[in-house]
């Protein structure tokens, strides 16, 4: 049984930061990434590692957010010049490589997820 817990998230206000992070499943076959939904939106994708091809963001926070992996197994989500339109509750999430980065059906493992506050 695979339990991602994410943390780092938080209450912040517009332009500024906080690093999300989450266990790293270290398994060839699957990539993680970053979704986030918010009050009455759908789930979204925001950013995606894929094997053998650079990372996918969505275009709404390329260039401010980041995804990147540690040498202790930590899946993180740097985000900077955060906006209040980026408040959500934030989950990482497992799914086999070969489907698409943000196609929610295709996540094997879920996290519990973390919420993020952005104020004006």
């Known amino acids: 049984q695979v339990e991602l817990v994410e943390s780092g998230g938080g209450s912040v206000q517009a332009g500024g930061s906080l690093r999300l992070s989450c266990p790293l499943i270290r398994y060839s076959l699957y990539c993680m990434g970053w979704f986030r939904q918010a009050p009455g939106k759908e789930r979204e994708g925001v950013a995606a590692l894929n094997n053998d091809a650079d990372p996918t963001y969505n275009a709404s926070v390329k260039g401010r957010f980041t995804i990147s992996i540690s040498q202790n197994n930590a899946l993180y989500l740097e985000m900077s010049s955060l906006k209040p339109e980026d408040t959500a509750m934030y989950y990482c999430?497992?799914?086999?490589?070969?489907?698409?980065?943000?196609?929610?059906?295709?996540?094997?493992?879920w996290g519990r997820g973390t919420q993020v506050t952005v104020s004006s």
């Open positions: 999430a497992a799914r086999l490589c070969r489907t698409t980065a943000f196609d929610v059906g295709a996540v094997k493992y």
